[in-house]
C-alpha cells in the first residue's frame, strides 16, 4: 500500500506483522491522499483529517498507556514524512513532539533521568522551531557551539541538565523573534502544527529540486507517520543507528552501518557526530545486535532485497523504525545479484529485477589510474569511482562552475539537503565529516557521484573559503582528486582510466543474455568503438554514421565534392575518398568479425563540411558557392537519402568502398542503410543504385541486405509502401523525436527543457527517454505496417534511446528485434533488455 501509506508507513506497518509489536513503536499514517487534499484546496485542513487524528491518537494513548504531553507521564510521538518513493532527508520530521515545560518534568521524574528529559526537551524545541517555523539551523548551531566553548566541552554529551535548560530558554527565544509567539505548550496545537509542516515540506524547495533530479511526480504527495518515540538518548545503554543487511557500498554479505551510543537517529545520519561502525555493536551491546542480525536477514528475506533500516536501542531494547530497499551503488547492486542467487533468496530474474540498470553507468566510470600518488588525507570510501576537479565550497558555486563546463569537486564540512543541486553539478563529492550512512554519502551514492565522506584531517574553513590538512592549504579552484572507492584524496593530478568489468558483472550479464530477447548492438563510426562494444557485448553494429568517417583531416576532400565546379572536378573528388572509405570500412568489418555491420549511408546536411562564408574572401567563386549552398533549415534539408538524389555518385562511391572492403573481409555480414527516407520512391531509386553497383563488383545477391531509417512521421504512415524496398528498418528515434514533437534536437536542452519541467509539461528530455504516447506510437505504427508488408521484417532502434532503459522496456513491448546504442550503453541494455523480459 505503498501508494497510500507511502513506503515508510507501508514499510513500518509491514514490519510490525513480521517481527511482532514490541520490534516496532506503535503509531499510525495519514495517507498520501490527505496531503494531496491539502495541497490542492491551498493549505486547508481536508475535511475529517482532524477526527480521524484524534481518534488514531486516542487508540495509540490507550495502547501505550500514556497521554500525549501528559504533565507525569508523557507519550512522545515523532512526526515523519513518508513519500511513495524514499526521498532521504528531503522532507521534514519532527521528535519528541508532547513534551512541554510540564511534560519535560513529568519525564524527567518517570525515568530518573533529568538530563535525558532535558535533552530531549532542546531538541525538540530546536526541531520544531527549525522544521515548522523555520528557525535558523545555524543559529541554533551557533548557539549550541558558544555554549559548549564557554563551558570548555566539545561534545554535546557533555552538557549537563542546566545546560540543556538554558538551551531550551535560548531556543525559544529564536522561536519568538522567528515568530512572535511563544512556544506551543499546547500538545495538540504541536501535532497540528508539525503534521502540517510535513505536509509543507512536500513542496519546499530542497524536496522539489530532489523530485526533478529524481523524476518523481509532485502530484503524488508525502504521508505523515505519527509514531510513539523510543529514545536513543536515555543513556549508555540507549543508541540509534542505522544498518543495512548488505555492505551498502560493496554490497558483500556482512551487514554493515553506523550507530552512536546515547544519541538519536539525527546525530547518526546528520553527520555532525562522527559514528561508530555497526560490528562495534557486537562488544556495546552482544545481545542487541545479535538480534539486529537476525532481524536484517528476515527483511531481506521477506522484501527479497537488500535493506536499509534504522534502529533505536533504549535501555537494551531494540527497536526497528523503519526498513526499505536499500539504494545502492551499482556494485554493490551488482554484487547483491549474484549472491542472492547463489544463497537461494531470489532467482535469476528477481535478482535482475532489483538492480537499477541506469546506475550500472557507475560501473563504466573511471578510477585512478596510479597508485602511489601521494595520499593529502583519507576518508570514507562512501561512492565509488574516482574524480577530480577544481576546489567549490558551495553548491551554488559547484552549479555555477558546471554550467561553464568546469570540472569541479564540492568541499563542505558535511552537506545537508539544499546541497542536492550542487551534486549533481560536481563530478566528486568531499567532506570532512559524517560517515558511510551521512546525507552526503547516500544521497551521491544515489546518483553515481564519487564521494569521500568524514575525512576528519581535512580541516574546512569556509568563511576563509579555504580547506587545510595540515599545513597544506588550498583554495577554491585549486584542483583536488578523490577516489570514492578507497576513500583516498590527493593533489596529484592522477590520471583517470576506465574500468574493468568484475566477474560478478559478467555474471550478471550472462544471466541477462540468457533472459533477453531483444538483441543489442552498437553505434560505432571507427574500429575502436567497434573493438571497445564487442568488450561490452555488442552483437554487432546497428549504425555507422560515414559521415563521420569524413571529418578531421578529410573534411578538405569532402569540401571539394561539394564544391566542385563541374562533373569532371566532382568525379576527381569523390574519386580521392574512395580508399578512404574503403580502408575504414575494412578495418571496421574485420573488427567485426562476421558479426552484422549496418552502414548508413551519408546523412548530414552538406554545410557540416563547408567552411563559414565570411571566412572566404569576399566576393570570391568560393565564398558565393558556399553562400548558395546555405540553407534555412539544414536538419530539414539537403540530407539524408535527398543527397542520394541530388548526388547519386557520393552514394555510389561509398557502396562500391563497402562491396569492396567487404570482398576483402571473410565472412563480411553488410546491410547498407539509407537515411531520412520519406516516400518509397526514394528508397527504390537508392536501392535500384546499390543493386547496380552490387553487381558490379561481383557481390553475389543474398550477400547483403538493403535497409531504410524510419525516422519522419510520413515514413511511419507509410511503412507498408517503404517496406516493398527494405530489408530491414531501423527507427532513428533522434529524428522522429525531432519531427514528430517539432523540437529542434540540437536547441530544446538549452531553451525549453528546464521550464517545461518545472511547469509539469515533460518530467525529461524526449530525446532521452522516448514519448511513448506520441513518438512511439509512430514507431508502433510503422512497426506494424512494415511487418504487414513482410512479416518478418528485421526491425531495429538507433537512436539514443536504444540505451535508455525506460525507452528499452517500451521497445522490447513494441516488437522491436534490437537497439543500437554508444559502446559505453552497451551493459545497460543488456540489463534494461532482460528485466523488459521478466
Ligand atoms: C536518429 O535520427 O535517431 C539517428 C540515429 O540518426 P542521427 O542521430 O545520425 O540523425
Ligand atoms: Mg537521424
Redesign the pocket.
Known sequence: MRDLLGGKGANVAEMTRILGADRVPGGFTITTEACVAYMESGGATPAGLDAQVADALARLEAQSGRTLGDADDPLLVSVRSGARESMPGMLDTVLNLGLTDRSVEGLAARTGNPRFAWDSYRRFVQMYGNVVHGVSGERIEQEIRALKARRGVTEDTELDVDDLRELVTTFKGLYREATGEDFPQDPQVQLDGAIRAVFDSWTGERAVTYRRLNRIPDSWGTAVNVQQMVFGNKGETSGSGVAFSRDEVDGSPEPSGDFLPNAQGEDVVSGVRTPRDIRELADWQPAVHAQLMDILRTLERHYGDMQDTEFTVEEGHLYMLQTRNAKRPAQAAVRFAVDAVAEGLLDRGAAIATIDAASLDALLHPTFGNLDYTVLARGVAASPGAAKGEIVFTAKEAVAAAAEGREVVLVRPFTEADDVAGFHAARGILTSEGGKASHAALVARGMGRPAVTGAGDVEIDLAAGEMRVGDVVLRAGDRIAINGTTGGITTDDVPLVEPEISAEFLTVLGWCDELRTLGVRT?ADTPQDAAKAIEFGAEGIG?C?TEHMFLGDRQPVMADVILAADDEARTRAIDALRPLQEADFEEILRTMAGRPVTVRLL??PLHEFLPHPHDLPEGSPERARVESLQEANPMLGTRGVRLGILMPALYEMQVRALFTAAAKVDGANVEVMV?LVDYERELELVRALIERVAQETGVPDGAYTVGT?I?LPRACFLADAIAHYADFFS??????T?TGLGFSRDDIEARILARYIDVGILDRSPFETIDSPGVGQMLRMGAWLGRKTKRDLKLGV???HGGDPDSIDFFHHSGIDYVSCSPFRVPIARVAAAQAAI
Do not use: I, S, V
Request: glycine share 12%; hydrophobic share 20%.
Open positions: 553505434n549504425l554514421r546523412d548530414p537515411p531509417m525516422e527507427f532513428g528515434t533522434n529524428d522522429l525531432q538507433c537512436g539514443e
